[in-house]
């Protein structure tokens, strides 16, 4: 992240300084070190320098102190700075510092204190967008924490060091090869980078085994590390072409950052040379962080060239077949690109552009970001990736392993870290449904064990099992398989011998977690003693058409059993009709069997065939029990009591005949 970091503080002074001090000689050198970002000699020279300062002079020093801690990612040691600066009233000379104050303090995730410094700031700034984006993603910030995605993170520790790791991406087709960027021991050249106070950066290969674990990382040949500081790479489909960083350095000088390409020539790479995408006389330009469209004709930057927005933008150049070079380079516009940093770049197979920003609204310091391919080579629908992607810390350059939105790799300062940077893991864990269906006996509500359960997946799939001994099936995972998918309606058929099949039905279609669904089913007994009732049949006094009026529709309570006989379709039933036992036995015989036979009627206008219904009429020969016999009603004592034991006895049931029906003709 070192290579290229430098935060708009530049923009920020021209701005809203309103004045200045002249450079002392004692502070000359630690200035010129800052200024060629030699960040961590600068420390030491600004506090050789404070000790001679006098009192406006100190507090400026503070200050830079405070912009050199920030720029090496110890946003802790930066705010100790910034405070001493206010403290001898830098602020009054320079409100950046209360602005840079609430930066670091919203980088170490004390949202609610760095919205006090922003809210400082506006009051002597008013106006400022960055000032008040930070102001607003203190409070946004809060809410993507309270509403985390539900990606896990795991810090990588078989590549992290306590130095700087960072940036990996893939460097073979199997995507089993990582190449990154470490300042780790073993790098090229015995120098320190005056910036970090570490080694020089360079490229580092690593191999995943069959078990998903890391080969020692090993440095990439001299034809592409070197001395300088190399980093930040991207590889063309047939990854045999690789794209990177590198920072030259000369003393006293800033030379930027320029984009190296080289060629693989067997095992090794050939010697790089640069892309040429630098303007004329632009040495102190940086470009760097190059990735690829999936065609290999985009190539998506970061720079600082002039024409931007800000601090670093993101730039787009296209392969110039006919010349057989990188075509000119143009900004990717105001959408994109804004007052800060936009850097890492990252292009998926679809299209779509991952990008690490100060500028757009995030959680603190870099923070990753997707952005949606709106036409051709044109991005826009930014969307931040949320908590835990994001963290208060730097987070950049987002990789996915294969192309999958699902996993992938990202380098993070965040705190817990092994060291500055550390390269992080992650993935989505699927999203996975359960289906614990229980069956039980309708009439003893005992466990029905052995029952058949066919569950059958909107996706075409079907299953078929068997529950225990309480009565139970689990559809869980078999041979690594989900038996219950996402985005899939299911039903399922219950169904043992002598019982009336059971159906149900679930859904995880728009679920966005998982769910262990539990349904209990009560199975009806169906053999021939067993009598069933279903809902109420009325018919008007001594009548056998069906009632159909405003309060009742015995339709409707028929279309019951026309259910029951097209979910079993194979039972032959007896349509059972019983009157109360007021008037003749013969009245209510024939009666009760106009009516038993107006049932079966309405239900072959449903399409049941007559072969499979028996109407017989009982009249009041069967009673629902001994309590509902015509001496026992009589003994009620009122009217009310007497008309409801009456009722009771006036039923429409059914039992099953059969199991084995076969339509006239059918086969065998």
């Known amino acids: 992240m070192k290579l290229l970091r430098r935060i708009a503080t530049v923009l920020l002074v021209s701005l809203i300084s309103v004045g ?13 070190k800052f200024a060629n970002e030699q960040y961590f000699s600068a420390i030491d020279a600004y506090k050789k320098a404070e000790t001679k300062a006098k009192p406006a002079e100190k507090a400026r020093i503070n200050f830079q102190l405070g912009e050199c801690y920030r720029m090496l990612v110890d946003p802790t040691q930066a705010e100790t700075f ?139 040949s001299s034809s592409i590390n070197t001395e300088d500081n190399e980093g930040a790479a991207a590889f063309n489909r047939k990854m045999n072409t690789m794209y990177f960083t590198r920072c030259p350095r000369e003393k006293k000088h800033n030379i930027g950052c320029d984009i190296m390409v080289s060629q693989q020539q067997g095992s090794n790479w050939k010697s790089a040379t640069s892309v040429g995408l630098k303007p004329e ?37 296209k392969w110039d077949r006919k010349a057989k070079k990188w075509g000119p380079s143009s900004n990717l516009g105001e959408t994109i690109n804004t007052a800060g940093d936009e850097m890492f770049p990252h292009l998926k197979p679809d299209g779509s552009l991952y990008f690490s920003s100060t500028g757009h609204l995030g959680m603190g310091g870099l923070d990753m970001f997707k952005a949606e391919k709106t036409g051709e080579n044109q991005w826009g629908n930014i ?9 208060s810390e730097h987070d950049f350059g987002i990789i996915f392993d294969r192309g999958d939105t699902e996993k992938g ?97 679930v859904s995880t279609v728009g679920r966005t977690t998982g769910k262990n669904f539990y349904s209990a089913y009560e199975i009806q007994p169906a053999t021939k003693d067993v009598v069933i009732d279903f809902p109420e049949v009325r018919y008007d006094l001594d009548k056998w058409a069906l009632q159909v009026n405003e309060t009742i529709n015995s339709e409707d309570s028929l279309d019951y059993l026309y259910t029951t006989l097209t979910e079993n379709p194979t039972i032959v039933i007896e349509l059972q009709s019983h009157t109360d036992c007021r008037g003749s036995d013969s009245y209510n015989q024939k009666l009760s069997q106009k009516r038993a036979q107006s049932c079966v009627d309405y239900l072959i206008t449903k399409g049941i065939p007559s072969d499979r219904m028996v109407p017989v009429g009982y009249g009041e020969k069967q009673p629902r029990g001994p309590k509902f016999e015509c001496g026992e009603i009589d003994k009620l004592p009122t009217e009310e009591e007497q008309e409801a034991a009456h009722q009771k006895n006036r039923r429409t049931q059914f039992r099953v005949l059969s199991f084995d029906y076969k339509p006239a003709g059918g086969s065998e």
């Not at 050249?189 to 290969?205: C, H, K, P, V």
């Not at 969307?383 to 963290?391: C, F, I, V």
Request: charged share 25%; aromatic share 10%; glycine share 8%.
């Open 409 to 505: 790799f990202f380098t993070s300062s965040r705190i817990n870290g092994k060291g500055h940077d550390d390269i992080y893991s992650f993935k989505v864990p699927q999203i996975q449904f359960t289906w614990t269906v229980e069956v039980k006996n309708k009439a003893t509500f005992e466990p029905v064990p052995g029952a058949t359960i066919t569950l059958v997946g909107s996706d075409g799939t079907s299953v078929t099992r068997t529950t225990d001994e309480t009565g139970k099936y689990k559809f869980d995972e078999e041979n690594a398989n989900r038996l219950i998918k996402k985005e899939t309606n299911y039903t399922i058929e219950i169904s043992k011998t002598d019982f009336l099949i059971g159906n149900g039905s």
């Open 82 to 220: 910034y405070r001493r600066a206010i403290k001898l009233k830098y602020d009054k000379v320079n409100p950046i510092v209360i602005f840079q104050l609430a930066e670091v303090i919203k980088e170490e995730g004390e949202y609610k204190e760095a919205a006090e410094q922003y809210e400082k700031f506006l009051k002597v700034k008013p106006g400022i967008k960055m000032a008040e984006d930070g102001l607003a993603a203190c409070e946004k910030s809060q809410e993507w924490i309270n509403n985390k995605t539900r990606h896990i993170i795991v810090a990588e520790v078989q590549l992290n060091t306590d130095k700087y790791d960072f940036s990996p991406v893939f460097a073979d087709r199997k995507y089993n090869q990582l190449i990154f960027s470490s300042s780790r021991e073993g790098s090229t050249g015995a120098e320190i980078d005056d910036r970090t106070g570490e080694s020089f950066m360079d490229l580092w290969a690593t191999t995943r085994d069959n078990n998903g674990k890391w080969s020692e990382p090993k440095p990439l």
């Open 281 to 317: 006389g632009g040495d102190t330009i940086t470009v760097g962080h190059p990735c690829l469209s999936a065609d290999d004709q985009v190539m998506i930057f970061a720079s600082d060239m002039p024409g931007g927005f800000g601090g670093k933008d993101l730039w787009i150049t």
């Open 20 to 32: 200045g001090y002249a450079q002392k000689n004692f502070a000359k050198e630690a200035d010129a």
């Open 383 to 391: 969307q931040n990736l949320g908590y835990p992607l994001n963290s």
